[in-house]
Protein backbone atom coordinates (compact mmCIF):
# COMPACT_ATOMS: atom_id res chain seq x y z
CA UNK A 1 0.00 0.00 0.00
CA UNK A 2 1.77 3.48 -0.88
CA UNK A 3 1.81 5.55 2.27
CA UNK A 4 0.10 8.96 1.73
CA UNK A 5 3.25 11.65 1.56
CA UNK A 6 3.10 14.21 4.39
CA UNK A 7 0.02 12.75 5.71
CA UNK A 8 -2.06 14.82 2.95
CA UNK A 9 -5.57 13.87 1.99
CA UNK A 10 -7.18 13.86 -1.62
CA UNK A 11 -10.79 15.42 -1.54
CA UNK A 12 -13.52 15.39 -4.22
CA UNK A 13 -14.88 18.92 -4.77
CA UNK A 14 -18.22 19.52 -7.04
CA UNK A 15 -19.26 22.58 -7.67
CA UNK A 16 -22.57 22.11 -7.79
CA UNK A 17 -24.93 22.16 -11.24
CA UNK A 18 -23.91 23.37 -14.61
CA UNK A 19 -23.74 26.71 -15.91
CA UNK A 20 -26.06 25.84 -18.87
CA UNK A 21 -28.34 22.56 -20.20
CA UNK A 22 -30.03 20.40 -18.17
CA UNK A 23 -28.96 21.00 -14.37
CA UNK A 24 -28.70 24.71 -13.96
CA UNK A 25 -29.25 25.73 -10.48
CA UNK A 26 -31.60 27.89 -8.94
CA UNK A 27 -31.87 31.59 -9.88
CA UNK A 28 -32.40 33.54 -6.44
CA UNK A 29 -31.06 36.93 -5.76
CA UNK A 30 -27.93 35.56 -7.51
CA UNK A 31 -27.60 32.27 -9.91
CA UNK A 32 -26.93 29.28 -7.75
CA UNK A 33 -24.95 28.43 -10.51
CA UNK A 34 -22.48 30.96 -10.07
CA UNK A 35 -22.26 30.42 -6.40
CA UNK A 36 -21.02 27.40 -6.28
CA UNK A 37 -18.06 27.99 -8.32
CA UNK A 38 -17.18 31.44 -6.90
CA UNK A 39 -16.98 29.11 -3.32
CA UNK A 40 -15.77 25.86 -5.00
CA UNK A 41 -12.78 27.23 -7.19
CA UNK A 42 -11.54 29.14 -4.30
CA UNK A 43 -11.85 25.88 -1.92
CA UNK A 44 -10.16 23.72 -4.78
CA UNK A 45 -7.20 26.22 -4.90
CA UNK A 46 -6.75 26.27 -1.28
CA UNK A 47 -6.79 22.40 -0.96
CA UNK A 48 -4.22 22.51 -3.31
CA UNK A 49 -2.09 25.29 -1.54
CA UNK A 50 -2.01 23.59 1.37
CA UNK A 51 -0.38 20.07 -0.44
CA UNK A 52 -3.66 18.07 -0.67
CA UNK A 53 -4.72 16.89 -3.98
CA UNK A 54 -8.64 18.07 -4.84
CA UNK A 55 -10.07 16.63 -8.16
CA UNK A 56 -12.68 18.87 -9.20
CA UNK A 57 -16.21 16.88 -10.45
CA UNK A 58 -17.68 20.04 -11.83
CA UNK A 59 -19.40 19.42 -14.96
CA UNK A 60 -20.37 23.14 -16.50
CA UNK A 61 -22.75 21.69 -19.42
CA UNK A 62 -25.12 19.03 -19.85
CA UNK A 63 -27.85 17.62 -22.07
CA UNK A 64 -29.58 15.79 -19.14
CA UNK A 65 -29.74 15.38 -15.09
CA UNK A 66 -28.85 11.91 -15.53
CA UNK A 67 -25.77 12.85 -17.24
CA UNK A 68 -24.62 15.54 -14.95
CA UNK A 69 -24.89 13.46 -11.95
CA UNK A 70 -23.54 10.60 -13.75
CA UNK A 71 -20.20 12.48 -14.46
CA UNK A 72 -19.83 13.89 -10.95
CA UNK A 73 -20.17 10.43 -9.18
CA UNK A 74 -18.05 8.98 -11.91
CA UNK A 75 -15.34 11.43 -11.50
CA UNK A 76 -15.36 10.99 -8.17
CA UNK A 77 -15.06 6.89 -7.75
CA UNK A 78 -12.80 7.24 -10.40
CA UNK A 79 -10.02 8.39 -7.53
CA UNK A 80 -9.38 6.52 -3.77
CA UNK A 81 -11.01 10.16 -2.44
CA UNK A 82 -10.83 10.33 1.28
CA UNK A 83 -14.01 12.91 1.10
CA UNK A 84 -16.13 14.01 -1.72
CA UNK A 85 -18.02 17.52 -0.99
CA UNK A 86 -20.74 18.61 -3.40
CA UNK A 87 -21.34 22.33 -2.89
CA UNK A 88 -24.61 24.09 -2.94
CA UNK A 89 -26.70 26.80 -2.30
CA UNK A 90 -30.39 26.29 -1.07
CA UNK A 91 -33.38 28.74 -3.17
CA UNK A 92 -36.98 28.43 -1.14
CA UNK A 93 -39.34 31.38 -0.71
CA UNK A 94 -37.55 34.26 0.04
CA UNK A 95 -37.72 34.02 3.42
CA UNK A 96 -35.92 30.99 4.38
CA UNK A 97 -32.48 31.52 5.61
CA UNK A 98 -29.33 29.54 7.07
CA UNK A 99 -26.91 27.15 6.31
CA UNK A 100 -26.82 22.85 6.41
CA UNK A 101 -25.04 19.81 5.62
CA UNK A 102 -26.46 16.49 3.63
CA UNK A 103 -24.95 13.09 4.28
CA UNK A 104 -25.98 10.19 3.62
CA UNK A 105 -28.31 8.42 6.49
CA UNK A 106 -27.77 12.24 7.82
CA UNK A 107 -24.96 10.21 9.43
CA UNK A 108 -22.49 13.23 11.57
CA UNK A 109 -18.58 12.75 11.33
CA UNK A 110 -16.27 15.17 12.09
CA UNK A 111 -15.63 17.12 8.87
CA UNK A 112 -19.79 17.60 8.25
CA UNK A 113 -19.78 19.21 12.05
CA UNK A 114 -16.84 21.51 11.33
CA UNK A 115 -17.85 22.48 8.22
CA UNK A 116 -21.86 23.22 9.18
CA UNK A 117 -20.39 25.10 12.85
CA UNK A 118 -17.70 27.23 10.58
CA UNK A 119 -20.43 28.43 8.14
CA UNK A 120 -22.89 29.28 11.19
CA UNK A 121 -20.01 31.00 12.60
CA UNK A 122 -20.26 33.63 9.75
CA UNK A 123 -23.54 34.73 10.86
CA UNK A 124 -25.67 31.81 9.10
CA UNK A 125 -28.54 30.28 11.26
CA UNK A 126 -27.24 26.44 12.07
CA UNK A 127 -30.06 24.08 10.58
CA UNK A 128 -28.17 21.04 11.28
CA UNK A 129 -26.75 17.44 9.62
CA UNK A 130 -29.50 16.35 7.58
CA UNK A 131 -30.53 13.06 5.68
CA UNK A 132 -29.44 12.71 2.20
CA UNK A 133 -30.10 9.29 1.65
CA UNK A 134 -32.74 10.40 -1.36
CA UNK A 135 -29.75 12.78 -2.78
CA UNK A 136 -27.79 11.26 -5.91
CA UNK A 137 -24.08 12.12 -5.45
CA UNK A 138 -24.07 10.66 -1.55
CA UNK A 139 -25.96 7.72 -2.76
CA UNK A 140 -23.69 6.49 -5.30
CA UNK A 141 -20.33 8.27 -4.24
CA UNK A 142 -18.19 5.72 -2.71
CA UNK A 143 -16.00 7.94 -0.77
CA UNK A 144 -17.17 9.36 2.56
CA UNK A 145 -19.47 12.24 1.12
CA UNK A 146 -21.53 15.81 2.24
CA UNK A 147 -23.55 17.93 0.23
CA UNK A 148 -23.11 21.30 2.02
CA UNK A 149 -26.36 24.00 1.03
CA UNK A 150 -23.85 26.47 2.10
CA UNK A 151 -26.93 29.53 2.46
CA UNK A 152 -29.92 30.48 0.62
CA UNK A 153 -29.65 32.42 -2.44
CA UNK A 154 -32.94 34.21 -2.38
CA UNK A 155 -32.86 35.66 0.90
CA UNK A 156 -31.78 39.21 0.87
CA UNK A 157 -29.55 38.97 4.20
CA UNK A 158 -28.14 35.61 3.05
CA UNK A 159 -26.85 37.33 0.35
CA UNK A 160 -25.85 40.11 1.75
CA UNK A 161 -23.77 38.11 4.31
CA UNK A 162 -22.29 36.20 1.73
CA UNK A 163 -18.36 36.23 0.83
CA UNK A 164 -16.56 33.44 -1.48
CA UNK A 165 -13.85 33.82 0.18
CA UNK A 166 -14.86 33.75 3.91
CA UNK A 167 -17.10 31.02 2.85
CA UNK A 168 -14.38 28.74 1.05
CA UNK A 169 -12.00 29.09 4.18
CA UNK A 170 -14.77 28.10 6.26
CA UNK A 171 -15.16 24.69 4.70
CA UNK A 172 -11.80 24.25 4.08
CA UNK A 173 -11.04 24.49 7.65
CA UNK A 174 -13.77 22.20 8.48
CA UNK A 175 -12.48 19.16 5.76
CA UNK A 176 -8.82 20.10 7.04
CA UNK A 177 -8.92 20.82 10.11
CA UNK A 178 -6.86 23.49 9.28
CA UNK A 179 -6.85 27.02 8.40
CA UNK A 180 -6.06 28.06 4.78
CA UNK A 181 -3.28 30.65 4.57
CA UNK A 182 -3.31 31.93 1.54
CA UNK A 183 -6.26 34.32 0.19
CA UNK A 184 -7.24 32.92 -3.76
CA UNK A 185 -9.57 34.71 -6.40
CA UNK A 186 -9.95 32.61 -8.96
CA UNK A 187 -9.01 34.00 -12.32
CA UNK A 188 -11.89 33.30 -14.37
CA UNK A 189 -15.14 33.45 -12.87
CA UNK A 190 -17.99 31.75 -15.04
CA UNK A 191 -21.32 33.04 -15.67
CA UNK A 192 -24.42 31.61 -16.16
CA UNK A 193 -24.72 31.15 -20.22
CA UNK A 194 -28.31 32.39 -20.29
CA UNK A 195 -31.57 33.16 -18.95
CA UNK A 196 -35.41 34.26 -19.95
CA UNK A 197 -37.24 36.82 -18.41
CA UNK A 198 -40.57 38.00 -19.08
CA UNK A 199 -42.14 41.55 -18.06
CA UNK A 200 -46.00 40.71 -17.84
CA UNK A 201 -47.85 37.60 -16.48
CA UNK A 202 -49.41 36.77 -19.66
CA UNK A 203 -45.93 36.04 -21.50
CA UNK A 204 -44.61 33.52 -18.80
CA UNK A 205 -46.18 30.42 -20.68
CA UNK A 206 -44.21 31.66 -23.67
CA UNK A 207 -40.90 32.23 -21.91
CA UNK A 208 -40.99 29.00 -20.41
CA UNK A 209 -41.23 27.57 -23.56
CA UNK A 210 -38.49 29.42 -24.93
CA UNK A 211 -36.16 28.44 -21.82
CA UNK A 212 -37.07 24.93 -22.04
CA UNK A 213 -35.53 24.74 -25.98
CA UNK A 214 -32.19 26.62 -24.40
CA UNK A 215 -31.70 24.73 -21.94
CA UNK A 216 -31.59 27.32 -19.23
CA UNK A 217 -33.54 29.20 -16.47
CA UNK A 218 -36.63 31.54 -16.58
CA UNK A 219 -37.58 34.82 -14.06
CA UNK A 220 -40.09 37.22 -14.06
CA UNK A 221 -38.22 40.26 -13.87
CA UNK A 222 -40.44 41.42 -10.82
CA UNK A 223 -36.95 40.32 -8.91
CA UNK A 224 -35.41 43.85 -8.75
CA UNK A 225 -32.43 42.57 -6.95
CA UNK A 226 -31.10 40.11 -8.99
CA UNK A 227 -27.55 40.29 -9.87
CA UNK A 228 -28.04 40.54 -13.70
CA UNK A 229 -23.98 40.91 -14.21
CA UNK A 230 -24.35 37.13 -13.34
CA UNK A 231 -25.65 35.75 -16.94
CA UNK A 232 -23.90 36.17 -20.18
CA UNK A 233 -27.04 36.07 -22.30
CA UNK A 234 -30.44 37.57 -21.13
CA UNK A 235 -33.49 36.67 -23.37
CA UNK A 236 -36.28 39.03 -22.96
CA UNK A 237 -40.03 37.38 -24.18
CA UNK A 238 -42.60 40.30 -24.54
CA UNK A 239 -43.21 43.63 -22.88
CA UNK A 240 -40.67 46.79 -24.93
CA UNK A 241 -37.01 46.83 -23.64
CA UNK A 242 -37.87 49.88 -21.39
CA UNK A 243 -39.89 47.89 -18.91
CA UNK A 244 -36.99 45.74 -18.19
CA UNK A 245 -34.65 46.28 -15.37
CA UNK A 246 -32.13 48.86 -17.04
CA UNK A 247 -28.94 46.62 -15.84
CA UNK A 248 -30.35 43.75 -17.57
CA UNK A 249 -28.34 44.01 -20.81
CA UNK A 250 -30.94 42.22 -23.24
CA UNK A 251 -29.36 39.68 -25.98
CA UNK A 252 -32.65 39.20 -27.51
CA UNK A 253 -36.08 40.43 -27.58
CA UNK A 254 -39.23 38.91 -28.04
CA UNK A 255 -41.53 41.39 -28.65
CA UNK A 256 -45.39 42.54 -30.62
CA UNK A 257 -48.99 41.64 -29.52
CA UNK A 258 -49.59 37.92 -27.52
CA UNK A 259 -49.55 35.78 -31.19
CA UNK A 260 -46.66 37.64 -32.97
CA UNK A 261 -44.44 37.35 -29.51
CA UNK A 262 -45.40 33.28 -29.29
CA UNK A 263 -45.06 33.25 -32.60
CA UNK A 264 -41.20 34.21 -32.74
CA UNK A 265 -40.54 32.13 -29.55
CA UNK A 266 -41.55 29.25 -31.36
CA UNK A 267 -39.91 30.14 -34.81
CA UNK A 268 -36.47 31.03 -33.07
CA UNK A 269 -33.16 28.67 -33.44
CA UNK A 270 -29.58 29.94 -32.46
Not at 46 to 67: H, Y
Not at 160 to 177: L, P
Request: net charge positive; charged share 25%; aromatic share 10%.
Amino acid sequence: MKERRNNMSTYGIDCGHTLSGSDYGAVGIKAESNLTREVGKRVIDKLKSMGNTAIDCTLDSCSSLSQSLGYRVNKANSYNLDLFVSIHFNCFNGSAHGTEVFTYGGKSFTEANRVLNNLASLGFTNRGIKDGSNLYVLKHTKAKAMLIECCFCDNSENMSRFNAENMANAIVKGITGKVPSIPTNPKEENKVEKLVIYHYPIDQRAAEYLADKLNCPTMWDSRKSFDYSSVKKIYAVGGLIKDYPTQAKIHKHFTGDRYSTCQSVINYNE
